[in-house]
């Protein structure tokens, strides 16, 4: 008989909502649903464990039934530091399906969950019937290598990842960290080394928004062999198929096909974040932003307080997109267009493009900006521009303005690294600034310092 950790008690589970919150609600039971429990295993063995004990497989298992007994809130709590090795092959991923829409809190406190079994992914997060949401907060997945969804796969209405780190996962599908169907919540977590062979090598989403919060995206990869459709070797840190968000977080050193560090093909929104060292093999270091489906429909991208650097493509280093644009106070530095573009590409039909009080630095290889046909040319004031090859008003913007002296991207505050303007930059205290200036910097400080705002991510 194995022995049930079982209490009626939700204290642990507020305790993670709290720690969660403002950004999400805290996790509450379905009303009408049965009282909240928690399971806390005794065992960090799998397959041998001792008979009289409760297994980290067995908590989800019995959170699944009862789950299809009535919606509840059930809490797994692993015990601190430990580490989960999922070594019963017969049995493979840890699976929690339910068709009546259930919220189950997986409490890490440190732990780690390594599958051991090879073409076995982790865990299967998911509801069949109805809505089902998944709170993992303090927990290491890896070692997963199921067919699509290495470390995570998920059907749900919410996944939310608090604290976590997807590391090294991998399959020979889509989704080498995490395979989803729904809306995924990334929140002071890591999504790093996951290799997935066909999209996203960090997340794919197949549907449901990617949101990305104070957390990091960072040496995932997609493996496509040659003769594959770019598009289908694309997203190395994540593939997004509905409304995509980041901000506050980190998304470099990815590589991909197309969109190294995000292929997204609805909205996207980027905020108070850095995209570094991404580099794809066709389009998109950094970003490749298209709706794939119906390419007539307008998507829009907007980007903002946001440093993109040292990303390389053949075409659209920093970002390749076909979609309304919105670019406000964003440095874009030493970024590689070998056949077009370096730091932005804006292709397909006539769509609004506009940019203000942003950085056009120096590239490594390639002009600043490259148009299809049809494309505007940036419209915006207070932009720098190195060269002049996106079509800013030079009344109104700094074009053909050289080397802005900036300096190296480093740790100069705030959650992401920057590039601080060097004393006597041509970026500092511009008064074509002014009109755009957003009241904070990428770091969270007040602008302006002096009697004219700066121009470009980080106010000096």
């Not at 799998?46 to 989800?60: G, I, M, N, Q």
């Not at 590409?345 to 148009?371: E, H, K, R, W, Y």
Request: hydrophobic share 35%.
């Amino acid at each position: 008989m194995r022995k049930w950790l079982l209490t009626t008690s939700s204290a642990t589970a507020i305790a993670i909502a709290l720690t969660m919150a403002p950004i999400m609600p805290a996790p509450q039971a379905g009303a009408g649903s049965g009282a909240p429990m928690v399971l806390t295993p005794d065992t960090t063995a799998d397959k041998d464990a001792p008979e009289s004990a409760l297994t980290l497989r067995e908590a989800f298992n019995d959170a699944q039934t009862i789950a299809a007994d009535s919606p509840s809130m059930v809490t797994i709590r692993l015990s601190p530091g430990a580490t989960y090795e999922l070594d019963d092959c017969g049995s493979g991923a840890l699976h929690h399906w339910n068709n009546t829409g259930a919220l189950m809190v997986l409490d890490g406190r440190g732990a780690t969950i390594h599958q051991k079994c090879w073409a076995k992914s982790v865990m299967y997060l998911g509801g069949l019937g109805g809505p089902a949401d998944y709170w993992l907060s303090d927990v290491t997945i890896t070692g997963g290598t199921g067919r699509d969804g290495g470390g995570i796969v998920f059907s749900g209405s919410n996944l939310f990842l608090n604290r976590a780190s997807i590391w090294d996962n991998q399959t020979g599908g889509r989704g080498g960290g995490i395979h989803a169907y729904g809306d995924v919540h990334l929140i002071r977590s890591t999504l790093y080394a996951n290799t997935a062979h066909s999209k996203g090598g960090g997340i794919y989403s197949g549907s449901g928004a990617v949101n990305i919060d104070r957390s990091s995206v960072v040496a995932n990869r997609t493996t496509g062999p040659l003769g594959v459709s770019s598009i289908d070797s694309g997203g190395g840190g994540v593939y997004s198929k509905g409304a995509t968000t980041v901000s506050r977080s980190t998304i470099s050193w990815n590589r991909a096909r197309v969109g190294a560090g995000v292929l997204a093909e609805g909205d996207t929104s980027i905020s108070d974040s850095t995209l570094d060292h991404n580099s794809a093999e066709r389009m998109g270091g950094a970003v490749f932003n298209a709706d794939l489906t119906n390419p007539l429909d307008r998507a829009e991208f907007s980007i903002r307080n946001t440093t993109v650097s040292r990303n390389a493509a053949d075409v659209g280093g920093g970002v390749y997109t076909a979609a309304d644009v919105q670019i406000h106070s964003t440095t874009f530095n030493e970024n590689a267009g070998y056949e077009a573009g370096a730091h932005f590409v804006g292709m397909s039909n006539v769509f609004d493009l506009m940019a203000t009080n942003s950085v056009f630095g120096p590239t490594i290889a390639g002009s600043s900006c490259s148009f299809g046909v049809s494309y505007p040319d940036l419209a915006g004031s207070g932009n720098f521009e190195a060269d002049n090859s996106c079509g800013l008003d030079p009344v109104l913007n700094v074009v053909d303005g050289g080397d802005p002296g900036l300096g190296l991207l480093t740790d100069n505050g705030g959650s992401t690294e920057t590039h601080l303007p060097e004393p006597g930059s041509a970026v500092v205290d511009q008064p074509l600034a002014d009109a755009g200036c957003l009241p904070r910097d990428q770091r969270g400080i007040s602008r302006p310092r002096g009697r004219h705002c700066d121009i470009g991510a980080v106010e000096r």
